[in-house]
C-alpha cells in the first residue's frame, strides 16, 4: 500500500539534480571497474584476461543472492523521516567507494600470483556483490518513491542517465590520458601507480556526489514496510508471471553485453590496433556528449513514439553500424570513431529510457497483482544488468585468451586483427538481440504503459 504525501515540496529541479548526482556517484566505481579493471590487472598486475573474466562471471552468481536480498531489506525496511531508501544511500556510500579503491591495489604487483588472484577475488566481491548492491537497489528504487507521475520519473530517468554520463566523460575521456603512457619501445601502456591514485579520486567523487543526491531529493510516495512473511517460492512465482519484468531483463543483459564490451575492448583497440590511447579518450567524448545531447530529447520522444518502441529501433540502428565497421575493418581510426560514435545509438535510447522502464514493469506487477514491490523487482533488474557486465567481461575476457592476447603478444599483427573484429561483431549481436527481445518478449506498449499509469492514478485517488 502506498499514498502520496501532501506536506513536502512540489518535484521540481531540486530532485532532478540530486537523483543525478546518484548515478553519477554510482559510475564513478562502476564504469571505473567495467573500463579499466581487467586492463589493471591483465597489464599491470599479470593475471590472465580468462581467469578475470571468470571471476567477473562468478561475483555476478553472487549477485544473484545479494541482489534480491537487498531488494527484500528495502522492501521490508521501515519508513524514516527521510523515507524509505534514501537513508541506505548515507550508510553504504563510504563502504563502496573504500571497497572500490582497495581493487587497483598496485603496490601488491610483485606479490605471488596466488595472492594476487585471492587479492582480486576478495575486494571485487566486497565491492560488487554487497557494497554497491547495497546503495544502488535503494537508489534505483527510490525513483517509484520520488514520484508517481510517469513525466516526473520519464525525467528522472534522462537526469539519471546524464549523472552516467557525466562520469563515464570524466573517467573514459580524462583517465585514459592520466592512466596511459608511452614506453620506451613507442607502445601504449597502463600505470599501475596512476591507476591506484585515479582509483582514490573517484572514491572521493564517489562519496560526494552520494551525499549531494541524499541531501536534495525527497520522497514523496510513502511506501509501507512489507510486513508479509518472505516466500522464495511465492517471489519466484512473482518474478516468472511478469512478462513484463522478463523483457526489460533480457533486453538490459544484451545491451550490456554490447555496451560494455564496447568500453571494455576500447581499452584494447586503440592503444593495441589503432596505436593510440587518445583514441580511448576521443571516442569516449563523442559516445557520451551524444548521450548528453538525447538526453534532453529523450523524454519527448519517448513521450510521443513509447520507450520500447524508441528503444528497439535504437538497437537496430546500433547493430547494422557495427556490422558495417566490421565489413570495413579501417585502420581510419576517426573513421572508426565516426561509426562508434554513430553505433552509440544502440546504447543512448534504451539507457535514457530503461529507468523510467522499470518502474512501468513495477506498475504493470501492481496494476496485475495489487501490490508493489518496488526493491525487489529493482533488485532483479539489477542483477541482470550485472550478469551483462559479467557476460561481457567473461566473454571478453574469454576471446581476448582465444586470439592469443597476452602482455608478450599484444602488439601482433594477428592479436591486434582478433581485437578489432571482436571490437565490432560483440556490440553488433548484443544491439540486434536486444531489440529482438524488446521487440517479441516485452510488452509494454506506449498505449499500455498509458492504460496502466491511468488505472493506478484513479486508483490513487479513490475511483478504483
Request: contains cysteine.
Amino acid at each position: 500500500m502506498s499514498n502520496t504525501t501532501n506536506n513536502v515540496k512540489p518535484f521540481g529541479m531540486r530532485d532532478k539534480i540530486g537523483y543525478m548526482f546518484g548515478d553519477f556517484g554510482n559510475d564513478f566505481t562502476f564504469i571505473l571497474s567495467s573500463t579499466f579493471l581487467m586492463k589493471f590487472y591483465t597489464d599491470v598486475m599479470g593475471v590472465s584476461a580468462a581467469i578475470v573474466g571468470l571471476m567477473m562471471m562468478i561475483a555476478r552468481f553472487v549477485d544473484a543472492f545479494t541482489d534480491v536480498t537487498m531488494g527484500q531489506i528495502a522492501d521490508r525496511s521501515r519508513p524514516t523521516a527521510k523515507g524509505k531508501f534514501l537513508p541506505w544511500i548515507k550508510r553504504m556510500c563510504g563502504p563502496v567507494a573504500l571497497a572500490s579503491f582497495l581493487m587497483y591495489a598496485v603496490w601488491f604487483k610483485d606479490m605471488p600470483m596466488a595472492f594476487k588472484i585471492v587479492w582480486m577475488f576478495g575486494t571485487y566481491l566486497l565491492w560488487g556483490s554487497i557494497c554497491y548492491t547495497g546503495i544502488n537497489i535503494p537508489y534505483g528504487s527510490m525513483a517509484s518513491a520520488i514520484s508517481p507521475e510517469a513525466k516526473d520519473r520519464s525525467e528522472l530517468s534522462s537526469w539519471r542517465t546524464i549523472g552516467a554520463t557525466l562520469a563515464g566523460m570524466i573517467i573514459g575521456v580524462v583517465l585514459p590520458m592520466i592512466v596511459y603512457y608511452t614506453d620506451e619501445a613507442g607502445n601504449t601502456v597502463i600505470s599501475g601507480t596512476n591507476m591506484a591514485i585515479a582509483g582514490a579520486i573517484c572514491s572521493v567523487c564517489a562519496v560526494i556526489c552520494y551525499l549531494i543526491c541524499y541531501n536534495l531529493t525527497t520522497e514523496r510516495v510513502k511506501i509501507e514496510k512489507k510486513e508479509e512473511k518472505f516466500s522464495l517460492v511465492e517471489l519466484g512465482k512473482t518474478l516468472v508471471s511478469s512478462r513484463a519484468l522478463i523483457g526489460i531483463v533480457l533486453a538490459a543483459l544484451l545491451l550490456l553485453l554490447a555496451q560494455l564490451t564496447l568500453g571494455g575492448m576500447g581499452q584494447y583497440i586503440f592503444p593495441n590496433y589503432f596505436q593510440s590511447a587518445a583514441g580511448v579518450s576521443i571516442s569516449g567524448l563523442c559516445g557520451n556528449i551524444l548521450i548528453l545531447v538525447l538526453a534532453f530529447f529523450v523524454p519527448s520522444l519517448a513521450a510521443k513514439f513509447g520507450k520500447k518502441e524508441l528503444s528497439a529501433f535504437g538497437g537496430l540502428f546500433g547493430a547494422v553500424v557495427f556490422f558495417i565497421a566490421f565489413i570495413l575493418h579501417t585502420d581510419n581510426m576517426y573513421l572508426y570513431i565516426a561509426l562508434y560514435t554513430l553505433g552509440y545509438l544502440g546504447i543512448a535510447f534504451f539507457n535514457i529510457n530503461c529507468w523510467a522502464m522499470i518502474t512501468d514493469v513495477i506498475d504493470d506487477a501492481e496494476v496485475r497483482q495489487g501490490e508493489r514491490s518496488d526493491g525487489t523487482f529493482y533488485s532483479v533488474y539489477s542483477f541482470a544488468r550485472k550478469m551483462g557486465q559479467a557476460a561481457s567481461s567473461g566473454l571478453t575476457g574469454g576471446l581476448l585468451t582465444m586470439v592469443g592476447y597476452s602482455t608478450a603478444t599484444a602488439f601482433d599483427t594477428e592479436v591486434v586483427n582478433g581485437i578489432y573484429n571482436i571490437a565490432c561483431l560483440v556490440p553488433a549481436a548484443g544491439f540486434l538481440l536486444m531489440a529482438l527481445a524488446l521487440i517479441f518478449v516485452y510488452p509494454l506498449s506506449k498505449k499500455k504503459v498509458d492504460s496502466n499509469i491511468a488505472y493506478l492514478k484513479a486508483k490513487r485517488e479513490g475511483k478504483k
